[in-house]
Nanobody, 121 residues
Framework: QVQLVESGGGLVQAGGSLRLSCAASGSIFSINAMGWYRQAPGKQRELVAAITRGGTTNYADSMKGRFTISRDNAKNTVYLQMNSLKPEDTAVYYC???????????????WGQGTQVTVSS
């Protein structure tokens, strides 16, 4: 089993920045990709960004240029640096882990508990 613990959420003004962290523990040798999803009230859960163990990244189009995903394999931790935040970024952000290299909803084996990000205007 794998456990994922997120941290770093909070309240920030529009234009500000936050960095989210996700620490993985357990059978981490089986994980080949990790990433972030978010879900706002009344909206479908959507991919934010993903990264493979080797460092290949993928972003949702609306996040490119504002968000950066990175990882520290030695610490079994992934990060999401969020800059130029907008009110529409307000959502619960979930860390996810996949045994497969591709990060899509059907390949995700583990979820974190979620961390709230609120961007005020």
């Amino acid at each position: 089993q794998v456990q994922l613990v997120e941290s770093g959420g909070g309240l920030v003004q529009a234009g500000g920045s936050l960095r989210l962290s996700c620490a993985a523990s357990g059978s981490i040798f089986s994980i080949n990709a990790m990433g972030w999803y978010r879900q706002a009230p009344g909206k479908q859960r959507e991919l934010v960004a993903a990264i493979t163990r080797g460092g290949t990244t993928n972003y949702a189009d609306s996040m490119k240029g504002r968000f950066t995903i990175s990882r520290d394999n030695a610490k079994n931790t992934v990060y999401l640096q969020m800059n130029s935040l907008k009110p529409e970024d307000t959502a619960v952000y979930y860390c996810a882990a996949s045994r497969a290299l591709i990060m899509i909803i059907t390949t995700i084996g583990y979820w974190g508990q979620g961390t709230q990000v609120t961007v005020s205007s």
